[in-house]
């Protein structure tokens, strides 16, 4: 890989890791400890393996919460 697409794939990187910690800000998540975090996400990625109606659920919640932008 070029040093320059290194240096755009960091970018990218990073711009994801700041706007998926929004959402635990938007969430009303920031004071929580991370590993209770982290425990809620795995427990959520397993669920959503298996029951398609509650990732609908979550997502409409979701789409929600960001009103028009969500979407």
Do not use: C, N, P, Y
């Not at 960091?10 to 590993?35: M, N, Q, W």
């Not at 029951?51 to 919640?61: C, G, K, N, S």
């Amino acid at each position: 890989m070029k040093r320059g697409e290194t240096s755009e794939a960091r970018k990218k990187d990073t711009r994801d890791k700041i706007e998926l910690g929004g959402l635990i800000v938007k969430a009303g998540l920031r004071f929580e400890k991370r590993a209770l975090l982290l425990g809620a996400l795995i427990d959520l990625t397993e669920r959503l393996k298996s029951d398609e109606r509650e990732r609908a659920r979550l997502t409409a919640i979701g789409v929600k919460a960001f009103g028009h932008e969500g979407q």
